[in-house]
């Protein structure tokens, strides 16, 4: 059991335990180790299209609000890359999205603590310290390892209104899977996107710029009132600051819930400039001929029946109350994810604190909170919207969740947490 026991376990090796493990790597007091179950990694294969960029800068990368001189940091996988010239004559601070993710594969090549290809299958209480039942995918053997701390890196799921759920399949798919089968898409002669997000417009976009070429009608859907942009003010961008997250998880449970709605805008819209491309891109077709598209708001998708090779939208528009039925042979459903909540979460269901039947109560330092206090403690990175606010599942925020998870663990300042970052003020004291 002492060869088999780590400080701390991570469950998933998406952006934000991987923040954990570069972080980690230096702390030689620390030791730690993380799992996830597929070969390697690959950060939203299905939307790494062309052309596409991060939403948020450079400096949120996996160290650099932690430690700017950490060997991990993009800057200096840029540098290794060669590539620090044409970077900086890039002169963007967004990176696009496939660099990111050579970025990732970079770190996770230097860190023995990731290990691939294992699978999480359960975790067990024990006395100051979990039992994880660890699967190895090749061959299907488990074992046990033993951790002191256990950190939660489950990340989201494609979510697909339930009414939908049944037709999903070759034709019908959520935009996860988009470039593994964007060419069988374009062979549709009535192409429809469905969502109101960034990825619905980055899908809409890239069908268009090739709607020429296949010849298909294009069409998008939104139940959103409008193609509302991201509000990217820099005061609003202030709400993804620590200084935010701490103010938004002092909130009462209900005033949170409540305040998470009001802040869509700053959580869920388009970026300015993917909308600019559509809109001007129309325009210069629209020159010589009347373009084959079909753009409508407050436009929700009820239900989708087959007849033949065709599917029947079963559509709702909101404003006017009118529902009416729209064929199409090709669906992309932009409709979202979902925290992925493993299974054996269900074990600690009656010693942990409810806020809600779905969501669980966490601390400041991203601890689900147990109903008796405990030594060992179960960390998490998925699920906390709730908690603390709308940049929950922002990259940008990351590193400041690592630090306290870090922190926590070590029961020292390994990594001091600035507070005071924003110019305006959430609560005069």
Not at 18 to 27: E, F, G, M, Y
Not at 109 to 120: G, M, P
Request: glycine share 4%.
């Amino acid at each position: 059991m002492t060869e088999n026991l780590y400080d701390v376990l991570g469950i998933g090796i998406g952006p934000f335990n991987l923040s954990l493990a570069a972080l980690l790597d230096p702390v030689e007091s620390v030791k730690a180790v993380f799992f996830d179950k597929e070969e390697s990694f690959e950060w939203h294969p299905g939307m790494l299209i062309e052309g596409t960029d991060l939403q948020v800068p450079f400096l949120a990368d996996l160290v650099t609000f932690a430690d700017p001189t950490s060997h991990y940091s993009f800057l200096n996988y840029i540098h290794k890359q060669k590539r620090l010239y044409p970077f900086f004559f890039f002169n963007r601070f967004n990176i696009p999205r496939k660099e990111y993710n050579e970025y990732a594969k970079w770190v996770i090549n230097q860190l023995s603590s990731c290990q691939f290809a294992k699978e999480v299958v359960d975790v067990l209480d024990g006395d100051n310290c979990y039992q994880v039942v660890v699967k190895d995918m090749a061959t299907q053997k488990t074992e046990n390892i033993y951790a002191k701390h256990v950190v939660m890196g489950t990340g989201s799921v494609p979510l697909v209104p339930s009414a939908l759920e049944e037709v999903v399949g070759e034709d019908v798919l959520h935009s996860s899977e988009y470039l593994h089968k964007r060419e069988h898409i374009q062979q549709g002669e009535r192409v429809t996107v469905v969502g109101s997000g960034q990825s619905a417009a980055e899908i809409f976009y890239d069908l268009l710029k090739n709607q020429t070429e296949y010849g298909y009608h294009l069409t998008w859907f939104t139940r959103s009132a409008n193609f509302q942009q991201l509000e990217q003010s820099k005061l609003g961008q202030e709400l993804f600051s620590t200084d935010y997250v701490n103010y938004f998880h002092s909130l009462p449970f209900e005033e949170r819930m409540s305040t998470l709605e009001k802040l869509n805008p700053l959580r869920n819209g388009i970026e300015s400039s993917t909308l600019k491309q559509i809109y001007d891109l129309l325009y210069h077709r629209s020159i010589h001929e009347t373009v084959p598209v079909t753009i409508q708001a407050s436009t929700e998708v009820q239900s989708i029946e087959t007849r033949g090779n065709q599917y029947i939208l079963q559509c709702h528009q909101k404003q006017k109350r009118n529902t009416f039925t729209y064929e199409s042979d090709k669906v992309i459903l932009a409709t979202g994810y979902k925290p992925h909540i493993p299974s054996w979460i269900e074990r600690f269901k009656h010693d942990i604190v409810w806020e809600d039947e779905k969501r669980f109560k966490v601390t400041q330092d991203y601890r689900i909170q147990f109903k008796q206090p405990r030594q060992h403690h179960l960390f998490t990175l998925t699920n906390i919207e709730h908690s603390h606010g709308s940049g929950a599942t922002n990259l940008g925020l990351s590193v400041q969740r690592n630090q306290r998870i870090i922190n926590k663990i070590a029961q020292k300042e390994i990594y001091p947490i600035h507070s005071d970052t924003t110019f305006q003020q959430f609560e005069i004291k």
